[in-house]
């Protein structure tokens, strides 16, 4: 869109666009936003303040998440959580009995965990606190939490012991959850401290899939976490063969996707 159609948004217009942004890639920055729009960042804050009161997002500093984010959420509050579905029930398909994962946080690793058959044995490491308490449901599987600060914004933790924990580890599988993907870009984010921890959960895992909705496809945030050489599997809700990925198919031979 040009900025001449920007400038003519209402601010429900305006608002719904920030919304949408938000439930798209989990958390947006005021200075993002601004951009997008060609608005001011004190007109963002505004357009925010009003979501949050309609309880619509979350703010946190320097911007805002998406609700279904957070750990009292519902299942009915979570963007494309039929998509999300989907993806969480391909995921399962990597599983086997005995494995050692690395999990990220998220809402569609929510849905993967809410999956996981009772009777599968798994040693699952995270740093995500959420996903640690989500898997205490899992009678089959050991949960081990690597501690340290956690971060506001991934709701991770991204200090004390984690780079040496992870230092540590080989996974067989790390599951990890994006809020950007694309061919040039690789995968991405927009928060210092979490792009770090999840190149350390990548050299720690043997192998890589990283779930996605499409429409998450073609899109860029500001800190590269990866090629996408190196990840090994994609799980999207579109079939295999849908044409949407084939450049991605053609761009890195190497890349499954599920």
Do not use: C
């Amino acid at each position: 869109m040009d900025s001449n159609y920007l400038d003519s948004y209402t601010k429900e217009e305006r608002k719904a666009h920030i919304l949408k942004e938000i439930n798209l890639h989990t958390r947006v920055s005021f200075d993002m936003l601004s951009n997008q729009l060609f608005v001011s960042e004190d007109t963002i804050r505004r357009d925010i303040n009003e979501l949050e009161a309609e309880s619509l997002i979350i703010k946190i500093k320097g911007g805002a998440m998406a609700k279904a984010y957070h750990h009292s959420s519902a299942s009915t509050q979570v963007y494309s959580g039929e998509a999300k579905q989907i993806i969480a029930q391909k995921t399962l398909g990597l599983l086997h009995d005995g494995m050692v994962l690395l999990i990220d946080g998220g809402t569609t690793v929510r849905e993967f965990i809410h999956l996981i058959p009772n009777d599968l044995h798994l040693t699952i490491f995270t740093l995500s606190v959420i996903s640690a308490s989500e898997l205490l449901d899992k009678p089959n599987i050991k949960t081990i939490m690597i501690g340290g600060a956690i971060s506001p914004y991934s709701q991770m933790s991204i200090s004390g012991d984690v780079y040496h924990t992870l230092g540590s580890i080989k996974a067989d599988l790390l599951i990890l959850d994006t809020n950007a993907l694309d061919i040039e870009g690789g995968i991405s984010d927009s928060d210092w401290d979490t792009v770090q921890v999840k190149k350390m959960m990548i050299k720690a895992s043997q192998k890589v899939a990283v779930l996605t909705i499409t429409e998450k496809l073609n899109t860029v945030l500001k800190m590269k976490i990866a090629d996408l050489s190196e990840v090994d599997y994609v799980m999207t809700e579109a079939d295999s063969g849908d044409e949407r990925l084939q450049a991605y198919k053609n761009a890195v031979p190497s890349l499954t996707f599920i």
